[in-house]
């Protein structure tokens, strides 16, 4: 892991979890930038997820994301939100360790897929049945990565200042 304050803190989690909400409170809590690795894929394709997933498939997105990953990983300082699939590869997670201090936003898919507008998501159009069930077969992947899982917060704040709290307690 980098030192200091040249590693990177970064959220990973289920989709619709609220990452980049998270993600947005700790970047003005630390004065750190944020980087969220869907946004910066839409940024250097010119194109929406949605469209990536339609045109190229879920096999180029993936291989975008771990492209995207390794770039954001090479710098220091920063927060990244990552995507919800993100930290199923292998070489993902190897990047994620090396990078920085990683928190598991570990929120209820249930309250997830009720109460979070999933339609710009592709993998989350089957129904709640299908997103639960996603959840479950990542849920020790996310566990297996995270330095911290951060589950019970009850808004986005809630979550930035726990993370604020074990971030800046760290040597």
Known sequence: MMEGQSR?????????CGKTTT??????????PL?????EIVRREGMSINDIFAQRGEAYFRTLETETLRDLCARGGQIIAT????????????LLRESGLIFFLNRSPEETFDGTDLADRPLAQQGREDFVRRYQQRLPVYRGVAHYE?????????????????WRAQP
């Open 8 to 16: 990177n803190l970064i959220l990973i989690g289920m989709m619709g």
């Open 23 to 32: 993600g947005r409170r700790l970047s003005r809590m630390l004065e750190m």
């Open 35 to 39: 980087v969220d690795t869907d946004q």
């Open 83 to 94: 995507g919800g699939g993100l930290p199923l590869r292998e070489e993902n997670r190897a």
């Open 150 to 166: 951060i589950a019970g917060c009850s808004s986005p704040t809630a979550a930035a200042r726990r993370i604020a709290e074990i």
